[in-house]
């Protein structure tokens, strides 16, 4: 509360107060607009935010934010995000609010953070006859050429027949009937 007093004509005290709430007028409410994204392993990034109110993009407003998993990303108070490890982040933008005057307002989305690379450590094999099998591995790099701990999984993305029966370690593949081709 604030309280001003002064002197009015004839010398008769004045005194008045008044909420800071009821000084200050809110504006439309604000609102922050995420879009997920993607970063590399070991890249640091802008995140792309944006803040709205009564439809007009907001310069330079004040944000903080905060990531669900900071062993997979963290993201420093100037939005930039950085990757960690291979993995997903929930993160969240906030306008904070002045009390009694604006509704604060937040944002989540999330960050997947991915190898920059991968690389196939054999080359594809074309399986032409029953039985006929193929091992595929590979590496994964992060934007400093660095190799990283866990291998990227290998996975069937494409078998219309089923013709592909995965066995043994994993990324190895038996063919178990004819068909169509199959992507690895």
Same mark, same amino acid.
């Given at each position: ?5 002064g002197v009015l004509v004839f010398g008769l005290p004045l005194l008045v107060s008044c909420r800071l709430d009821q ?18 392993? /070991? ?29 997979? /990303? ?15 982040? !929930? ?46 591995? /590979? !590496?994964?790099?992060?934007k400093q050429g660095d190799s990283l701990t866990a291998p990227p999984t290998i996975s069937k993305t494409s078998d ?14 038996? /063919? ?9």
């Open positions: 509360m604030f309280l001003v007093a000084l200050l007028t809110a504006g439309p409410a604000p609102v922050v607009n995420l879009r997920p994204d993607t970063i590399g392993v /070991a890249e640091a990034k802008p995140l792309p935010v944006t803040v709205t109110a009564g439809g007009q993009v907001q310069g330079s407003v004040p944000l903080t934010f905060e990531s669900s998993n900071p062993s997979i /990303a963290t993201i420093d108070q100037n939005g930039v995000v950085h990757g960690l490890t291979r993995g997903k982040a !929930a993160i969240t933008a906030r306008v904070p609010g002045l009390e009694g005057v604006d509704r604060p307002a937040a944002a989540t989305d999330t960050v997947w953070v991915v190898a920059v690379s991968v690389i196939l450590t054999r080359p594809v094999d074309t399986l032409t006859s029953l039985n006929d099998t193929t091992c595929l591995t /590979a !590496a994964a790099y992060d219309p027949d089923n013709t592909l029966t995965p066995f043994g370690t994993q990324g190895c593949y038996r /063919a178990t009937k004819s068909g169509r081709s199959a992507t690895i």
